[in-house]
């Protein structure tokens, strides 16, 4: 079967909506700055937040917040932080996510804001990503405790073989815009440890476009919904197309109703600390447990 890679399709869908979460390094500069440190996404300030780093700028989001930043300050959306609220607030660091790409990492540098970039595509960045901050911030009892936590629970997985009945597709749905879910994206990739198969494999790219015609052809027996961004509208418009598309009723688990919508607050873009928790419920939703 060929799929189209769709990295730069992606992007395009990515930026015309606000995330509410998302996840190298561009410098070490002004570390000893006098003041706090800055987040520009969800999963980046639950991290520090863990961490127990004093976070002075948050990102607008209408997801709730650690309690700890109830006093910080509001630096826009994650895709478009205003840069002159964030310059205002001296920061010692804006730690923020990779998944924009150079432009977005260049934008801090050409504007003199010292920045720590991670990677949160996956589960291994999660971990990454919290060693680097722990070590930056000299928390590392701290993240190594975090680590090992989720690496517990990673490994009570391991022994879980693929078995029959176990065939999932994983789709990401976005207004708009609705695609497959490789075992390189984070939710493909959690899918995979917790012992189903993801049935769409290829290692080059998180995301891949589709035709249903070649989906009912691989007959998965479970169909697997990550919402981004607007959930209920995006839902809504989802099933609305599934009801009246000939192709997706054709597909044995649409007829059988097995096709769940995921939690957001554990299955993102971003890889994020309640993986603990969302490794079990996933393997209840894979396994039918």
Not at 186 to 207: A, K, P, R
Not at 271 to 283: K, Y
Request: aromatic share 6%.
């Amino acid at each position: 079967m060929k799929y189209k890679k769709i990295s730069s399709l992606l992007i395009a869908v990515l930026t015309s909506i606000s995330l509410v979460g998302c996840g190298n390094n561009s410098g070490k500069e002004a570390e000893n700055s006098t003041g706090g440190v800055v987040a520009t996404s969800v999963a980046v300030t639950e991290i520090l937040d863990a961490l127990g780093v004093d976070i002075i700028g948050v990102p607008t989001t209408s997801y709730e917040l650690p309690e700890s930043t109830k006093g910080a300050t509001e630096v826009g959306n994650p895709m478009s932080p205003d840069l002159e609220i964030i310059k205002s607030l001296n920061p010692s660091v804006v730690v923020s996510v990779d998944t924009l790409g150079s432009d977005y990492i260049n934008l801090f540098k050409e504007n003199n804001i010292p920045s720590e970039f991670v990677s949160l595509e996956s589960l291994d960045g999660l971990k990454n990503a919290i060693d680097t901050l722990g070590t930056r911030f000299d928390k590392k009892d701290k993240a190594d405790e975090l680590i090992s936590t989720i690496e517990e629970k990673e490994n009570s997985f391991k022994n879980l073989e693929n078995g029959e009945g176990n065939d999932v597709l994983v789709l990401f749905a976005a207004p708009g815009s609705t695609m497959i879910a490789t075992p390189k994206s984070y939710i493909g990739s959690l899918v995979e440890i917790v012992g189903g198969n993801n049935i769409v494999q290829d290692d080059t790219s998180s995301f891949v476009t589709y035709s249903k015609e070649e989906i009912s052809k691989l007959n998965p027996d479970k169909v697997l919904v990550m919402i981004h961004a607007m959930p209920d509208e995006t839902k809504s418009a989802l099933e609305k197309e599934i009801k009246s598309d000939a192709a997706w009723q054709s597909i044995e688990a649409i007829k059988n109703n097995n096709i769940v919508y995921l939690d957001n607050t554990y299955f993102g873009m971003s890889a994020n600390l309640r993986v603990v928790e969302g490794l079990d419920i996933l393997r209840e939703i894979v396994a039918g447990e």
